[in-house]
């Protein structure tokens, strides 16, 4: 069991790597979300940089997958599905240090946006050669 002071810094570590990870960008660049104090409103900033960048890894993913012969569309489709469990079992996992407090909402979410994030690093590393290209790996 972790102690008090262990637990505290825990928390710190985890809360300070989903911020610097994830850095607010889009409309969430806005005065409100530069300038946000409540949780409540840190967690609206972070769902919306969410949905920009699940859209970019939809467009990310729409721009490649025409490129791609049925057996390895049907491989990168099985890999989208894959990875959103992984995320959705990732970020609970990390929700549940903070099930009591006020953080697990933005601590969810962040980590929703950083694995986001990191899997367009990811999909742009392992097929950006089929979109600069034309097709061609």
Known sequence: ALHGGTMKALIHVVVSALFLMAPIRSSADGPECESATTTGQMVRCKQEQLSVSERALASLQARIEPKLNP????????ATL??????????????????EGTLAPLTFVGCMVAMTEWRITDVKAAYGALLENGGVP
């Open 82 to 99: 894959a990875w959103e469990s992984f995320r959705q079992s990732n970020c609970s996992a990390v929700h549940s240090l903070f099930d």
């Open 71 to 78: 057996n390895q569309l049907v491989l990168l489709r099985n």
